[in-house]
């Protein structure tokens, strides 16, 4: 299986699902300002698979390295297709363990303060940041966590496939990204990665 990484502007269908669902005008980064990244990942099931995310131009490039070494780490990644993060809802994975990157929406608040949204853009509305097997890699504040799936994940001294590690976090880090594991406080976003680092 070939490993690589191909950078393309958004196909006119996924241009069209995005604006039906996913994008609207105020969104702070344009659709022209939008790239599909499609690259080489490992699986659960230790094979290699083609993996695609939407994410912002300007950063697809050295998204296309991190997850080349990821591929060299046998980093597994349990779904990363378009049709997974855009697809009907019918067709989407029943574990919801997308790994994605662009949706224009808010930032998620901490489970300790509850609520539906923050009032300011997410870094995920630039396309300027990565969700990784958000089951295995929980949001997390207060000893809770917005997705029930994730509960097991919570304790982060047991290493299972998924979760990530060090040379993950790395492998960002060599980009100049940051990683909410890190974050301050008692919330840790342990799926997402970001280049403001929030």
Same mark, same amino acid.
Request: glycine letters at 12%; aromatic letters at 10%.
């Given at each position: 299986? *070939?490993?690589?990484?191909?950078?393309?502007?958004?196909?006119?269908?996924?241009?069209?699902?995005?604006?039906?669902?996913?994008?609207?005008?105020?969104?702070?980064?344009?659709?022209?300002?939008?790239?599909?990244?499609?690259?080489?990942?490992?699986?659960?099931?230790?094979?290699?698979?083609?993996?695609?995310?939407?994410?912002?131009?300007? *950063?697809?490039?050295?998204?296309?390295?991190?997850?080349?070494?990821?591929?060299?780490?046998?980093?597994?990644?349990?779904?990363?297709?378009?049709?997974?993060?855009?697809?009907?809802?019918?067709?989407?994975?029943?574990?919801?363990?997308?790994?994605?990157?662009?949706?224009?929406?808010?930032?998620?608040?901490?489970?300790?303060?509850?609520?539906?949204?923050?009032?300011?853009?997410?870094?995920?509305?630039?396309?300027?940041?990565?969700?990784?097997?958000?089951?295995?890699?929980?949001?997390?504040?207060?000893?809770?966590?917005?997705?029930?799936?994730?509960?097991?994940?919570?304790?982060?001294?047991?290493?299972?496939?998924?979760?990530?590690?060090?040379?993950?976090?790395?492998?960002?880090?060599?980009?100049?990204?940051?990683?909410?594991?890190?974050?301050?406080?008692?919330?840790?976003?342990?799926?997402?990665?970001?280049?403001?680092?929030?």
């Amino acid at each position: 299986f *070939a490993l690589h990484a191909q950078i393309q502007p958004l196909p006119a269908p996924l241009r069209a699902e995005l604006k039906a669902h996913f994008w609207q005008p105020g969104c702070p980064v344009p659709l022209s300002g939008l790239r599909v990244l499609t690259v080489t990942h490992w699986g659960f099931d230790r094979q290699a698979h083609t993996g695609q995310l939407v994410g912002n131009a300007g *950063a697809a490039p050295a998204l296309a390295r991190v997850f080349r070494r990821l591929y060299e780490l046998r980093f597994p990644i349990r779904h990363m297709q378009l049709s997974d993060a855009y697809g009907p809802k019918s067709g989407r994975p029943a574990d919801g363990d997308i790994s994605g990157s662009f949706e224009c929406r808010q930032a998620v608040p901490s489970p300790c303060t509850g609520g539906k949204g923050t009032g300011s853009w997410s870094e995920h509305a630039y396309g300027e940041a990565v969700d990784l097997n958000p089951v295995e890699n929980p949001y997390v504040g207060c000893g809770r966590t917005h997705d029930r799936a994730g509960l097991p994940y919570r304790n982060r001294s047991r290493l299972r496939p998924g979760m990530v590690t060090p040379a993950v976090v790395q492998a960002f880090r060599a980009i100049g990204w940051g990683w909410g594991g890190a974050w301050a406080g008692s919330t840790r976003d342990y799926m997402h990665f970001s280049a403001t680092g929030h």
